[in-house]
């Protein structure tokens, strides 16, 4: 059952990261490769010849692609330990639902709050705190999104909260000021040594955010 597995990944990405912990929750052995975006290196686009993206993972040579693809894949193969998705189908339905959502708003709306300025930064900064005020709605006075224990939706999400700081840099606000419980739930969540070891630098990605803008003569 364990096989052979390696990651090809991004080290700021946060869908990268949700892999990662995942990995760390089950304590799987795994080879990381890094790679290179703007050279795509003829194993990623052999493994992932539809989106040409990372992350992939690659397990006894068969590539699995997208991060809650692959989070799911990691809990149903190694299924004797830490579990992720909920035994029941409706919680499980639900977590589903949330991860979902995590990936249809964050990223897109996190992206304009450092690509843009003026009215559309405030509009994406605007969405983006609604979109976490209904996240943390949702996560009510539990511990984690599936209860008492860290989980589907808590592995979907926590990896955005390295992003955090270059968003609030680049859109002059606070994160924590408007979703305190939120944080809180992240700071439970940077306890866990999966996580902790899984995340990285806040500064740096931020570091990471301003090359980009220069990059795309972003000011």
């Known amino acids: 059952m364990e096989g052979a597995v390696v990651l090809l990944d991004f080290w700021p990405s946060m869908f990268g990261m949700r892999t990662r912990i995942a990995l760390a929750e089950k304590e799987i052995k795994y080879e990381y490769s890094e ?52 035994a029941n189908t409706y919680k499980r339905a639900n977590a589903r639902f949330w991860a979902d959502f995590v990936d249809k708003k964050l990223y897109d709306l996190g992206s304009k709050i450092w690509k843009t300025k003026g009215e559309e930064q405030e ?11 209904l996240l943390e709605g949702e996560l009510g006075d539990s511990l984690y999104f599936g ?5 589907y939706v808590d592995v979907a999400l926590v ?7 270059a968003y609030e840099q680049c859109g002059n606000f606070s994160i924590e000021a408007e979703c305190p419980k939120l944080i809180a739930w992240v700071k439970r969540c940077m306890q866990k040594e999966s996580v902790a070891k899984s995340l990285v630098d806040r500064e740096k990605v931020y570091e990471f955010v301003l090359q980009l803008k220069k990059l ?3 000011e």
């Open 147 to 151: 209860g008492k224990d860290f989980g």
């Open 123 to 133: 509009a994406a900064k605007k969405e983006f705190i609604d979109c976490l005020k």
């Open 35 to 86: 790679q290179d975006l703007w050279n795509k290196g003829e194993l990623l686009l052999q493994m992932n010849p539809v989106h040409k993206k990372i992350p992939v993972l690659i397990h006894n040579g068969k590539p699995v692609c997208e991060s809650l693809n692959q989070v799911q894949y990691i809990d149903e193969v190694w299924n004797d330990r830490a579990p992720l998705l909920p």
């Open 216 to 218: 795309y003569g972003i």
């Open 159 to 165: 990896p955005f909260y390295c992003w955090f700081y």
